[in-house]
Structures are given as C-alpha cells and as structure tokens.
C-alpha cells in the first residue's frame, strides 16, 4: 500500500505566485497533484539519463525511406532491440517521407542506446523520445 505523506515546503512567495499560476493555466486541479507530477517527470527523466530502471515510452521518428539503406538499418537495428520494443506503428507520409512511431518497455540505458542508434541511420529527418518511468 502507498500511503500519502503529508510534508511541509517553504518556498520563496513569488515562486509560490509563479506555481500558483502555472497549476492554473495548465488547467491542474491542486498544488499537491501538480508537485506530484513534477516530481515523477523530473525522477523519470533522471532515471532516463542516468540509465537504470524500466522504463516506458515511445519514438516517434520521421525518415526518408530513399536513404541509402535506411529500412534495411532501421529493421535490423529494431530485431537488435527486439526485447524492448512491443510494437511499431508505419504511416507512409509521402512520397519520400515515413512516420514511425516505436513503442519500448526496458531498461533505461538500453532504450537510450537505441535511440540514440536510430540517430545514426541515413536519412532520418526527426527523433522524439518521450519516456516515463512508473513512480
Ligand atoms: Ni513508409
């Protein structure tokens, strides 16, 4: 059972007024919810650097497929991988362009070595990773 914990923070007034604000606009229902999220995306993203732990997400990346090699790189490097990706999703953009959006599950410094492999494939426009961690 996770129980929640009840902890003071003091914080400068206008940095406060600056939360405050942002849990506003962004539509947040309280302070608590929003220090919650902030904390696990910041903890999901260290973990992400620092490379340790399972973690979740997606690739989205943009490719022309006439790149010297690039779909017979791009499958060998995700059959490479094969333990971390659950599945890959193809759109054919255009005529030159594929959108590829790879969903992974593993360890983090694996997934970062894939993704930073796929940026060394010829002809690759664009990658965005967005990676969580279950906090
Ligand atoms: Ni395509």
Redesign the pocket.
């Known amino acids: 059972m996770n129980s929640l914990i009840r902890f003071g923070v003091a914080v400068p007034s206008t940095l406060l007024e600056e939360f405050d604000s942002f849990i506003e606009r962004k539509g947040m229902p309280n302070r608590s919810e929003a220090l919650r999220q902030l904390i696990r995306e910041r903890l999901s993203r260290e973990m992400w650097v620092s490379g340790s732990g399972v973690v979740y997400g997606t690739v989205t990346m943009m490719y022309d ?1 006439h790149g010297k090699d690039v779909v017979a790189a791009l499958t060998a490097l995700q059959h490479e991988y094969g333990e971390s990706i659950i599945c890959t999703t ?3 953009v255009d005529h030159h362009h ?1 959108l590829e959006c790879i969903v992974l599950k593993g360890d983090a410094g694996e997934i970062r070595r894939f993704v930073e492999a796929l940026g060394t494939l010829k002809g690759v426009k664009s990658i965005e990773p967005s990676i969580s961690a279950i906090l």
């Open positions: 497929h193809h759109v054919h594929c």
